[in-house]
Every structure is written in structure tokens, then in C-alpha cells.
């Protein structure tokens, strides 16, 4: 069993920065990592993801440009820096992982989820 643990979130005002972090209880060297998140009333949504092969990045395009994803293997963690925050990114924020490469944009393809983050922009 695979637990991932976030951590970071919290309330920042538009155009403020926050970083958010993963910790997984297994090596995430050969696994697919990806953040999802949804907000109050919505459906969850891909934000971004990281492939386990290449290191390929994937960004929705609602994020592109202020968030990046990034891994630090030697401590099992996977990292989102958030940039240029806006009150649409209000969200709660999920990490999660799979045992096997899918399609890194559905949340289908993961298996694993952590507890969330809830982040909070305010105008």
C-alpha cells in the first residue's frame, strides 16, 4: 500500500506563491506523479503531472505558465510551485500516484491519493 502525505496549502492573497509537497511512503523513482485538485461544487480536475519514464512534465492549460511540477527522488517527494496564484485556484489539492504509466491528465490512471491540501486565494 502506497500513502501519500501533502502538505503546504494555505490561504495567500492573488498573485502570491505557495509550494505544495508529497511525500510518498515508497520509492516514486518508476512511478507516475500527478496533482489534482477540486473546488467546492466541481468535479476533480487534472493540474498537472510528471511521467516516470522521462521525466516528461503535462500542465493543464488553466495553469500553464505559473505552476510547475518537480520531483525530488531521494526524499520520495513530488513538489507543485504555485505562482501567480488566483482566486480560480481555490481548491483542495491531491497527489497521486500509480504502479503503472496511463494517461498522466485522467484521474483514472492513479491509484493512490493522498488526503489534500486545501489552498485558498483570495482576491
Known amino acids: 500500500q502506497v500513502q501519500l502525505v501533502e502538505s503546504g496549502g494555505g490561504l495567500v492573497q492573488a498573485g502570491g506563491s505557495l509550494r505544495l509537497s508529497c511525500a510518498a511512503s515508497?520509492?516514486?523513482?518508476?512511478?507516475?506523479m500527478g496533482w489534482f485538485r477540486q473546488a467546492p461544487g466541481k468535479g476533480r480536475e487534472f493540474v498537472a503531472a510528471m511521467s516516470s519514464s522521462d521525466g516528461s512534465t503535462y500542465y493543464a492549460d488553466s495553469v500553464k505558465g505559473r505552476f510547475t511540477i518537480s520531483r525530488d527522488y531521494a526524499k520520495n517527494m513530488v513538489n507543485l510551485q504555485m505562482d501567480n496564484l488566483k482566486p480560480e485556484d481555490t481548491a483542495v489539492y491531491y497527489c497521486?500516484?500509480?504502479?503503472?504509466?496511463?494517461?498522466?491528465?485522467?484521474?483514472?490512471?492513479?491509484?493512490?491519493w493522498g488526503q489534500g491540501t486545501q489552498v485558498t486565494v483570495s482576491s
Open positions: 515508497v520509492s516514486t523513482v518508476n512511478r507516475p
Open positions: 497521486a500516484t500509480a504502479t503503472f504509466p496511463g494517461t498522466p491528465w485522467s484521474s483514472s490512471s492513479y491509484k493512490y
